[in-house]
Nanobody, 115 residues
Framework: QVQLVESGGGLVQPGGSLRLSCAAS???????QFWWYRPAPGKQREWVA????????NYRDSVKGRFTVSRDNAKKTVYLQMNTLKPEDTAVYYC?????????WGQGTQVTVSS
């Protein structure tokens, strides 16, 4: 059974930082790419960042230079370091993995950026 559990969300002021975590189980962690998503206006969810098996990160334009994705294969955990947060980053952030042709999602963690 594949399970993803996100944590680390919270309330932060504009310009602040948060680090999200996604703990995975039920898969051979090191063999998979992972994505971070959040809801977007008019869309179900938009991808925010992804990390390859070799640790290379890709980012949507709106978060480049502010967010950094990383992984710890020993801990079976993916991280999303979010710096210089803006009010428009407010959302529930979801971790995602594709396994055996099925998408798996965590329960999400709420990030609120507000003064």
């Amino acid at each position: 059974q594949v399970q993803l559990v996100e944590s680390g969300g919270g309330l932060v002021q504009p310009g602040g930082s948060l680090r999200l975590s996604c703990a995975a189980s039920g898969i051979d962690f090191s063999m998979y790419q992972f994505w971070w998503y959040r809801p977007a206006p008019g869309k179900q969810r938009e991808w925010v960042a992804m990390i390859t098996t070799s640790g290379y990160g890709n980012y949507r334009d709106s978060v480049k230079g502010r967010f950094t994705v990383s992984r710890d294969n020993a801990k079976k955990t993916v991280y999303l370091q979010m710096n210089t947060l803006k009010p428009e980053d407010t959302a529930v952030y979801y971790c995602n993995v594709l396994h055996a042709s099925s998408n798996y999602w965590g329960q999400g963690t709420q990030v609120t950026v507000s003064s």
